[in-house]
């Protein structure tokens, strides 16, 4: 049985990332359906930004060496000759003497260096006049302040979000190129189950994994493909599993993994060649955890296969905590697909029995003292409870050697989803 970071270090070693892949993996979309993609390319601009020099107020546009020595006893006053309205360009060069209406973004007309806010000038017919001297460049946005032509602008390995996708309308790229997203098929097994909505029969339960599964899937950026329920039968297994693998990049399965007379993945899987690379690891919930590699007909990365478990909290737990990692970095990420760790003060005390590495869920909070805290979710801590589940945004993690934390203690917290304030 593999520990639960032999089994990350397994995994994350066996991903090899669509960065890999070449030109095969990209492909070209336009910004507004680029949200959440990765990019396949660096980006550079062929563009200074700022465009041009141009105004950060709505004012004057001066020449600060014409209001040297320009004071409230000694006020100077110069003719305004032209008004730069924004979206167009300045009509003519200003002289000595001269300054010009400007708005906020307006291009600063040739010859002028500086601008003065409205609320310090007074204007009387086409004369303004100043009671302070401007330094040079004052509230002026020169060419090229924030980013110069020719230089790296967002890296290959970025996936690209609300801010990034103006930045790059603002470099005047329409289109990116951006990885293929990563394909996973997802399914069921067990005869006890039954799909959402279906009327119970004694000894059924709902088939609640494949939508936890393909929602978490989604999230990651991928494309889930949720196959059905798969019965208890090693030929309907049999077709499963290799449809899967023959149109996925990975496919994750829940239940079928243990010891049972019905659990048959894994004596499929290495009856379609499939090579077992983990066959259970030592955490609590999800010790049964199959994962496989087949080798792909048309590429040269190999498929990877998933088994979780099939209790419903020992599912998700096991997709967070090895799943969720591989998944990021096949999709081409550069970094940041580990597993978010942070330290929080428990708000209970929490007990494991020490044979395992043990996850507990609840909700994660960051206090108005900027500290997290952990709140142990209520009811029964089981496997099979999928109801106090519920808003988990983050896991405690009991190692072997410390398995109980007393209130107030730190605890080691896998973050799970976006941290609450208190």
């Known amino acids: 049985m593999l520990s639960v970071q032999e089994a990350e270090a397994k995994i994350l070693q066996m991903v090899q990332s669509l960065a890999e892949e070449g030109a095969q993996a990209h492909e070209t979309v336009s910004l507004s359906a680029a949200q959440g993609r990765i990019l396949a390319e660096d980006i550079v601009s062929g563009q200074d930004f700022p465009y041009w020099d ?27 000759v032209m008004e730069i309205p924004a979206g167009r360009a300045p009509t003519q060069a200003l002289q000595t003497g001269q300054a010009a209406r400007i708005f906020t973004g307006s291009m600063m007309p040739e010859g002028t260096n500086a601008v003065i806010m409205q609320e310090q000038a007074e204007r009387i ?40 996708l103006a930045i790059l309308a603002s470099a005047q790229c329409a289109v990116v190129s951006v ?51 798969v019965p208890d039968d090693r030929s309907s297994l049999k077709r499963a599993i290799a449809s899967a693998i023959a149109e ?9 993994v243990s010891v049972g007379d019905y659990d048959y993945v894994e004596e499929v899987l290495t009856e379609l060649g499939g090579t077992l690379h983990i066959q259970s690891v030592a955490v609590k919930p999800g010790k049964p955890l199959t994962v496989a590699t087949f080798d ?3 590429r040269d990365r190999p498929v990877l296969y998933f088994g979780l478990p099939g ?12 799943v969720q990692p591989a998944l990021r970095k096949l999709s081409g990420l550069s970094q940041g697909w580990e597993a978010v760790f ?61 398995p109980s934390v007393e209130v107030g203690d730190w605890v080691l917290v896998m973050q799970v989803g976006a941290v609450r304030l208190r």
């Open 248 to 256: 996925a990049d990975v496919v994750i399965s829940s239940g079928g």
């Open 311 to 322: 209790n419903p909290v020992s599912a998700p737990v096991g997709f967070w905590r090895f």
């Open 54 to 80: 141009h105004s950060a107020m709505d004012g004057y546009a001066v020449r600060a060496e014409d209001l040297q020595g320009c004071t409230t006893a000694q006020p100077i006053s110069l003719q305004v």
């Open 125 to 164: 017919g086409d004369r303004v006049t100043f009671s302070t001297c401007p330094e040079a460049q004052a509230w002026v946005r020169q060419k090229g302040d924030y980013y110069r032509a020719g230089q790296p602008l967002l890296k290959r390995g970025t996936c690209l979000q609300g801010v990034d």
């Open 296 to 298: 792909h007909p048309k």
């Open 179 to 229: 990885y293929r997203p990563v394909r996973v098929s997802v399914f069921s097994t067990g005869n006890e189950l039954v799909p959402p909505g279906q009327p119970l029969q004694p000894g059924q339960i709902t088939d609640s994994n494949q939508l936890t599964l393909t929602a978490l899937v989604q999230q990651t950026g991928a494309i889930a493909q949720p196959l059905g329920i």
């Open 342 to 402: 942070v330290r929080a003060k428990t708000l209970q005390d929490l007990r494991a029995d020490g044979k395992r590495e043990t996850y507990l869920w609840g909700q994660l909070f960051l206090n108005a003292e900027g500290i997290h805290e952990f709140e142990l979710a209520g009811g029964i801590h089981s496997s099979g409870n999928l109801i106090n589940l519920a808003q988990t945004n983050g896991l405690a993690v009991l190692q072997c050697d410390r």
